[in-house]
């Protein structure tokens, strides 16, 4: 190497005369002079440092994944050569500061690393959980939740997150349904790009801000029997229409980076799926941005019997696009001499440490590698009050009402006696959910803390756990011991049930059910809880159920049970306080499932939109439906009670025809008929009747959220155009199609009305 040329092109790297700071909103802007600085870097980087930029390796203040057998002065040694791009769970202003010193005072190319870390629903202070919060259906508090998380995350020196998952899923067997927004692939693309966009921000350079990566590229969701890193099978047009979409609307949000997945589909372990990563998100969705495997993801690629060492496993993974190794250790050993021996070219990895630059350069830390690790900004930043009122905020809007018998709800303040019963029910962590990054154990506001908060000193509340669920210390590693014997708490619940006016009930799961590789063959309430409800139930039936969970239950018995269900997912932070704002009508509920909710768990995967089917159902044997029960499931998607009742008027088209690049309009008038003021998610949903390939017997394609008061209404209109009628055609690509069309709008995804009109091209 001319060492003239390294002086240069080091200046280029460090001094401010060629600063960088993005302007560009997502990365799919480039910016040639970015672009051109990337170019001088690579023409001085050796095959071994290309490698080093593809290589990420884990830190040891978290554990999210098995790490590997590395010790730490091998990779001391490494981060000192510039044998490492990025690092994950690495956090803290210090500690980030001195891995990145490492780095800056030894490489020869002082090339800064990447800090990533998995802040899936906040990072100090706790969000609800990612499918809770996307009951909310509020774009504008998502993706506030997800700005904040980014400005803890940020104080905190790390520059990106390993969110948003957008994997859609159908199964409630599955445990990771809880990180996503559920079942619709709309609603994931929508709520996805509002996590992007808070996450990053107008500008990722501005330090209150980080990097987003959509996951898992793709498939995860659709693992069979809901067994976490099963075999998916879909053919190209589900693969399109249900799975990717969210993932092409993440791309063209400009999203910094992707993950692959651990599971193979039709016969290809996603992370070697040229077809995905070059043929779909390089090529057709001409994304900039950069793959990174998921833990170990590339070394799996033996295991999946599809390489047969680590070697064929890098070449597999780099030729298919996979441009970072996290934790894998495969790149690291395989690249260079698949370059040395000509198997692959070495302008695959100029390729793959573009994106990675590219990145980097985008959050500015080329500029100042340290700028996101300040001491001090972490101080202020964590848990700032502010924060706490937004996530209470968006805890209240997440619950969702599922029954309401006699109107039992919201409870008076002056309610005399209140048994609150329940294993969950004084539980200041399991709120917490699973993926909690950073939060202080047992940090949550329980929800008994909430309703002694909430009453006045007139209430007694008689308080009795009842029963334990998750028994002993809980780690993301550590399979969970759940109470299935231990019943003698029930006696006691008994008493306080009896002596109380209204019950109060805390069941559903422990925090560590859900999430990764927490897959389940049942999904009724575990342990003894559903004997604690027997109990409880014989005595007073005057019960309100709080659920909280990661997951769709089978409440088909408790249903019969108690007057009124609360679905509170895992809240997060503010949870009891928030539970509190809407027992007692502090807040009138407004959440809407974004997940069917089966009867039982044989009826999973459970979604509405699915196909007619040549036998769509009707009472005969031979149709399309169950011998021993109904294919309906208990609350349909899209389904939410309020304290208050909204009546629709009849849909209004402006037109029964439309042509081209023309729109018509659908408008509808909405009334408040209840007592109190309001909100209502208005959905519309579409049905094309004949098309090349069989579409879904309805899709939701749009929706409004109005606040109405007490008999105040309101016209909500929609605009519906060729995109709101596009899907992967049999054309192979995304396009509306000429035919008839119903389009239903209502409450939820079953109490529709409906009009039709048609659409030529
Ligand atoms: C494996 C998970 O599948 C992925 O979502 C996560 O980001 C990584 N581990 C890193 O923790």
């Known amino acids: 190497m001319n060492i003239q040329y390294l002086k240069i092109a080091l200046c280029l790297v460090v001094t401010p005369v060629f600063q960088m700071t993005a302007q560009t909103k997502g990365i799919n802007d480039l910016d040639l002079v970015v672009e051109h600085k990337i170019d001088s870097i690579i023409e001085l980087m050796t095959v071994k440092e290309k490698v080093g930029q593809m290589v990420q390796y884990n830190g040891s203040f978290d554990v999210t994944g098995i790490p590997s057998d590395i010790d730490s002065k091998t990779k001391l040694e490494k981060l000192k050569n510039g044998e490492v791009g990025s690092m994950l769970n690495v956090l803290t202003a210090k500690a980030t500061r001195e891995a990145q010193q490492v780095v800056m005072e030894n490489s020869r190319l002082k090339i800064p690393l990447l800090f990533g870390y998995d802040v899936i629903h906040g990072y100090k202070t706790m969000f609800p959980v990612p499918l809770g919060e996307s009951a909310s259906w509020d774009l504008e508090a998502i993706q506030l939740s997800a700005s904040i998380a980014a400005k803890e995350t940020a104080a905190a020196g790390v520059h990106w997150t390993f969110a948003p998952m957008i994997d859609v899923s159908r199964d409630a067997r599955w445990g990771r349904i809880m990180e996503g927004a559920g079942e619709d692939p709309y609603l994931n693309s929508v709520i996805g790009v509002a996590r992007i966009n808070g996450f990053q921000g107008g500008n990722l350079d501005d330090i209150a801000t980080i990097a987003a990566c959509a996951k898992h590229f793709a498939g995860y969701g659709f693992a069979e029997a809901g067994r976490d890193y099963n075999t998916v099978n879909v053919g190209e047009s589900e693969l399109q229409n249900a799975i990717l ?44 941005g950069f793959m990174v495997s998921d833990w170990g993801s590339i070394a799996e690629l033996i295991p999946h019997g599809f390489a047969k060492d680590k070697m064929q496993a890098g070449e597999l993974a780099v030729v298919a696009g996979s441009d970072m190794d996290m934790e894998g250790r495969v790149y690291e050993e395989a690249l260079e001499p698949l370059v040395s021996q000509s198997k692959i070219d070495e302008t695959l990895l100029d390729a793959a440490v573009r994106r990675i630059l590219r990145v980097k350069f985008h959050l500015g830390l080329f500029e100042d590698p340290y700028k996101y690790s300040d001491a001090k900004r972490e101080k202020e930043v964590l848990l700032a009050p502010e924060h706490l009122v937004a996530a209470r905020d968006i805890a209240r809007k997440s619950i969702v009402l599922l029954k309401n018998e006699n109107e039992v709800l919201p409870l008076k303040k002056d309610v005399k006696s209140i048994a609150v019963i329940g294993p969950l029910a004084d539980d200041k962590d399991s709120p917490l ?63 306080a049930a009896e002596n109380s006016e209204v019950v109060v009930m805390v069941l559903g799961e422990d925090a560590f059910q859900t999430g990764e590789g927490r897959s389940q063959t049942g999904i009724k309430l575990r342990g003894v809880q559903q004997d604690l409800l027997d109990a409880v139930s014989e005595i007073n039936s005057n019960i309100v159920l709080i659920l909280m969970n990661g997951r769709p239950l089978d409440l088909s018995k ?27 009508g502090a807040y009138n509920p407004s959440g809407k499932l974004p997940v069917s909710f089966p009867r039982n768990v044989g009826q999973e995967p459970l979604y509405y939109n699915q ?20 294919r309906e499931g208990l609350f349909p998607f899209g389904y939410g009670l309020s304290y208050t009742t909204f009546e629709y008027g009849k849909l209004q088209l402006s037109a029964e025809e439309f042509s081209g690049d023309a729109t018509i309009e659908l408008s509808v008038e909405v009334t408040n008929t209840g007592k109190v003021a309001g909100k209502e998610t208005i959905q519309l949903y579409i049905h094309d009747l004949f098309a090349s390939r069989t579409r879904p017997v309805k899709e ?38 000429a035919g008839e069309f119903e389009v239903m709008v209502g409450s939820n995804s079953v109490d529709l009305q409906k009009v039709t009109f048609q659409y030529k091209n």
């Not at 039709?266 to 057709?284: F, M, N, Y």
């Not at 007057?563 to 306080?577: K, R, Y």
């Not at 196909?611 to 109904?630: A, C, E, H, I």
């Not at 309101?714 to 192979?732: D, G």
């Open 611 to 630: 196909k007619n089917t040549g036998r769509p159902f009707s009472d005969m044997v031979t149709y399309s439906g169950y011998q021993d029960g109904s």
């Open 700 to 737: 939701l394609r749009d929706f409004r959220q109005i606040t109405l008061e007490p008999g105040a209404s309101k016209t909500v209109n929609f605009t519906i155009s060729p995109k709101t009628l596009e899907f992967y055609t049999a054309n192979k690509m995304w396009e509306a199609e």
């Open 245 to 288: 979409m969210p993932f092409k609307a993440a791309s063209e949000a400009g999203v910094a980076t992707f993950m692959n997945s651990f599971n193979e589909i039709d016969g290809v372990p996603a992370t070697a799926s040229s077809h995905l990563q070059r043929d779909i998100l390089k090529g057709e969705w001409d994304y900039k």
């Open 558 to 584: 408790p249903n019969e049970q108690v007057s009124a269900i609360l679905e509170t997912w895992f809240l997060g932070s503010e949870a009891g306080n928030a539970i509190a704002d809407v027992l007692f």
């Open 433 to 495: 959910g699973n993926w909690r990054a950073q939060a202080n154990k047992n940090s949550a506001v329980s929800v008994l803390e909430g309703i002694k908060k909430a009453v006045g000193s007139a209430t007694t509340i008689n308080y009795a756990k009842g029963a334990d669920l998750g028994m002993g210390e809980r780690s993301f590693l550590m399979p969970l011991k759940i109470n299935e014997a231990d019943k003698s708490g029930l006696t006691e619940a008994v008493e």
